[in-house]
């Protein structure tokens, strides 16, 4: 199905970012930074020439899956070495299966229950369609000057999700995939300043249990979206100094993708 260009298109990134080593968390940040940033190219270029469509979406993650694929394969043996993690004692798995427990169940909100709140049938779904409709993201006349101000990122995401998938089933999941991102930047800034990987998997809990959040993560909202990259870019500003370039991209994506 053509919706699942873009996860096999992380899934590509996400190789291709464990290039540069360290643990999955990095890669992942990194591999969520350089699809978040392609996904914004990708919208703003079809939306140029109106081909904003499922085809050419489609055409677009094809070819930056390949793309990562390719430069996987032309970097390999260059990998950087990484340090082997110690196994998972006994209390820190049971600390992991109740912090999935939370997630799994929102997650699956997220999937079965469509788009139902206020803000969600007021600006957020129809600035998707008219986008969809238009074939473009530019500015259109509206009643409600929501759907031309707020930040368009996250829409961005939810319409990929829209047209690939031909209605809005999935749209809440750009929300829920925050909330997963934004459990592994926070417990990956704790790692950076010292933390035990126990004191790391505490952080995790608190990040994706707090209730305001719970609530907001299985809809068709922004606010974790912002969150994620906010503190991606904070996660970045702290590493700074072990890849100054590398790390420069990150902090900057990340903080432009808030836009």
């Known amino acids: 199905m053509l919706v699942t260009l873009p996860l096999a298109a992380f899934i590509a990134a996400l190789a291709l970012a ?28 079809l939306s140029y020439f109106y081909f904003l469509t499922s085809t050419g979406l489609a055409v677009g993650w094809a070819v ?13 043996g260059k990998r950087e070495p990484r340090q082997s993690a110690p196994p998972l004692e006994d209390s820190e798995k049971a600390l992991l299966c109740g912090l999935g427990l939370p997630v799994g169940i929102v997650g699956l909100m997220a999937l079965l229950a469509p ?10 779904l129809p600035r998707i369609v008219l986008w969809a409709t238009n074939r473009s993201v530019q500015i259109y006349p509206t ?28 749209v809440n999941l750009v929300e829920f995939a925050s909330l997963v991102g934004t459990t592994v930047a926070v417990s ?6 010292g933390a035990s990987r126990f004191i790391q998997i505490i952080t995790a809990i608190i990040s994706a249990t707090i209730p305001e959040g719970v609530l907001e993560a299985s809809g068709a909202m922004k606010t974790y979206v912002a969150t994620f990259w906010m503190t991606t870019a904070a996660y970045f500003v702290l590493r700074w100094n072990a890849q100054p370039r590398l790390h420069l991209f ?8 808030l836009r």
């Open 18 to 45: 464990q290039r540069a080593g360290r643990d999955t968390r990095y890669a992942l940040l990194l591999a969520a930074i350089v699809w978040g940033v392609f996904l914004t190219l990708l919208t703003e270029v």
């Open 64 to 76: 930056f899956g390949l793309a990562c694929w390719w430069l996987t394969w032309r970097l390999r």
């Open 115 to 124: 788009p139902n709140t206020w803000d969600a049938m007021s600006y957020h």
């Open 143 to 170: 009643a409600d000057y929501s759907q031309v101000l707020m930040t368009p990122w996250a829409e961005f995401a939810m319409l990929h999700l829209y047209l690939l998938w031909g209605g809005d089933r999935l």
């Open 188 to 193: 990956s800034i704790a790692a950076t300043f």
């Open 250 to 257: 990150g902090f900057s994506a990340a903080a432009g993708l």
